[in-house]
């Protein structure tokens, strides 16, 4: 699942003309990869 996701996050990067540094798509992919999408996006709260 995980390789999916970053094949994906980097598919979409290169689409869009890479509109974020390559560093920020990694810390992106991390966050989300790490805490999941509700973390990531500061919502951690609404799980709760």
């Known amino acids: 699942m995980v390789a999916s996701q970053l094949v994906g996050a980097i598919s979409w990067w290169l689409e869009n ?6 560093r920020q798509m ?20 609404l799980l709760t």
């Open 17 to 22: 003309r890479q509109p974020v540094s390559a």
């Open 26 to 45: 990694a810390d992106a992919f991390v966050r989300v990869t790490s805490y999941g999408y509700f973390q990531a996006l500061g919502l951690g709260d």
